[in-house]
């Protein structure tokens, strides 16, 4: 027997309301899910997993260094390939 996989599929399924949906779902998740604070960490068990010396100061660019227009790194000025208008380009994206 052939059976048609582009036919639309419907079954009672399909029928059920979002309030069922709802219901069947643990009330633990949905708080989690609806959580407006944006520290996810726990959800995921990975707040003890992440070090707590991980903060990183971030240093401007030099005066001896770019950024890249093509790969947006900072690099030294050695390795500058060419100037276009858009800005510089390093020797690794002008090859």
Do not use: W
Not at 49 to 70: G, K, N
Not at 74 to 94: N, Y
Request: charged share 35%; aromatic share 4%.
């Amino acid at each position: 027997m052939a059976t048609d996989y582009d036919a639309p599929r419907k079954n009672d399924d399909d029928t059920e309301s979002i309030e069922a949906i709802k219901e069947r779902v643990p009330d633990k998740i949905a708080s989690s899910i609806d959580s407006e604070d944006g520290d996810h960490l726990d959800a995921f068990g990975l707040h003890d997993a992440l070090p707590d010396d991980l903060d990183v100061v971030v240093i401007p660019p030099q005066e001896d260094e770019f950024t890249c227009v093509e790969c947006f790194i900072v690099k030294h000025h050695s390795l500058l390939g060419r100037k276009t208008k858009g800005g510089p380009v390093c020797i690794e994206c002008d090859a």
